[in-house]
């Protein structure tokens, strides 16, 4: 037998169950000024010396006052950050979930979760493409509520594997998800060109350019600064020298 309820017993049935504690109150999401998704090159030609030098890079920056400092200047006087590793078209791996960042010590959680989880690739060709649609089902999945979506892109190469990157970028600028890039100049000397032309986009699109994996610490703090406090601003930008 289905038994229907008027609308005003239905909420009062509602309200007398959350009185007794039988059902939980709805949850208000947590406002951040940022989503900032970190998609980490765990491809073939990154060895384990250069994979930790990235590993390194990440934890140095977490853990630096200046991002901290940053990320209290905003609004919210907090962001989301989340991680992943990433080779072929269907190899990612989750290594943070989307966590807040609103104090020296939830900056130091996230900073143990990188340095102690192992690396979980190793191949598989370079998808920049694949990483950036894995990243797109990331952003409806936060817990947390706000506007700047960024896909924040590392790698040594060019996209070898998957769909076309130029139209995963244009469909995840189209959504508002704007992607900055660090490329490493290790094998490709002209990668950064590639990422400006065919991987950067969205309104202040930048990319730090690495000159190898032994600048990567630098470039990544100088990156997340920028991505944490940053104005929004029109048109692609290149920062750095190589």
């Not at 104090?103 to 979980?120: F, H, K």
């Amino acid at each position: 037998m289905h038994v229907r309820f008027a609308p005003h017993r239905r909420r009062g049935f509602a309200l007398l169950l959350l009185a007794l504690g039988l059902v939980a109150p709805a949850r208000a999401q947590v406002a951040v000024d940022l989503h900032l998704l970190l998609a980490v090159d765990a491809s073939g030609s990154v060895d384990y010396t250069r994979f930790e030098l990235q590993r390194r890079g990440y934890v140095a920056a977490f853990r630096n006052a200046q991002v901290l400092q940053a990320i209290r200047g905003g609004e919210n006087q907090s962001v989301a950050v989340a991680m992943f590793q990433w080779t072929g078209p269907r190899l990612q791996a989750e290594i943070v979930p989307w966590t807040q960042i609103k104090d020296q010590a939830s900056a130091e959680s996230v900073a143990s979760i990188i340095e102690t989880t192992p690396r979980r690739l190793f191949g598989g060709g370079t998808s920049i493409s694949g990483a950036i649609d894995y990243a797109m089902a990331w952003f409806p999945r936060s817990p947390f509520k706000g506007e700047r979506h960024v896909i924040d892109i590392s790698g040594d190469g060019s996209n070898n594997g998957g769909r076309s990157v130029i139209r995963a970028r244009d469909e995840a600028v189209a959504a508002d998800v704007n992607i900055n890039g660090l490329p490493i100049l290790a094998w490709e000397p002209y990668l950064d060109q590639y990422y400006k032309e065919n991987v950067i986009g969205g309104p202040g699109a930048f990319m730090i350019v690495a000159k190898d994996f032994d600048t990567f610490a630098d470039a990544i703090l100088k990156k997340m600064i920028i991505e944490i406090a940053m104005n929004v601003r029109p048109g692609p930008t290149r920062i750095g020298k190589r």
